[in-house]
């Protein structure tokens, strides 16, 4: 990086988003805090339908997913330019995460029932000597509607950070 890409780098973290700039990204970033909440509310619905306690581990790893759009939140909130990029990768890691956890597999075994993908349980699995089976139509929505909104949410975050910083080199 030349001196001058560092430079105009920096002048573009050091930067400060007018009010209408900072409502979009906090209103992209709190539609993604919902959903996500809305589709772990979901997880403790299955876990009571299938009479499945959730490990305590599991609520505390769970936590992760809420770390990037807590900080977007508050990178938002200062009005710094950087909350594009946090609410860009937010959006991003939480739809591949979560997809890679529903409709193929987790990479770590840390996800109690959800170890199995949706498909599996759907049809039955055995859980520590558990019967669980089932994924209701609701459940399948609550995941798709986080791909339906991160993917334009990551778009809109990089087009507006792109847009933010040509302003900047005017």
């Not at 049809?123 to 798709?144: C, M, P, R, S, T």
Request: charged share 20%; hydrophobic share 45%.
């Amino acid at each position: 990086m030349t001196l001058e890409q560092e430079k105009k780098t920096a002048k573009f973290l050091d930067s400060r988003l007018d009010d209408e700039t900072a409502a979009k990204v906090e209103k992209w970033n709190l539609a993604l805090l919902g959903m996500t909440l809305a589709h772990d509310a979901d997880h403790i619905l299955q876990a009571r339908r299938w009479h499945y306690h959730i490990p305590l581990q599991l609520w505390v790893i769970n936590l992760a997913v809420y770390v990037l759009p807590t900080v977007t939140e508050f990178l938002v909130r200062n009005k710094r330019a950087s909350s594009f990029s946090a609410a860009a990768v937010g959006s991003l890691l939480t739809t591949v995460a979560f997809n890679k956890v529903h409709f193929w597999k987790p990479t770590t075994d840390v996800w109690g029932v959800w170890n199995n993908n949706y498909f599996k349980i759907n049809k039955g699995v055995w859980h520590e000597g558990q019967w669980i089976q089932g994924i209701k139509w609701y459940d399948w929505a609550l995941l798709l509607d986080l791909v339906v909104l991160c993917i334009p949410m990551t778009t809109k975050m990089l087009q507006m950070r792109k847009e933010h910083k040509e302003q900047l080199d005017q």
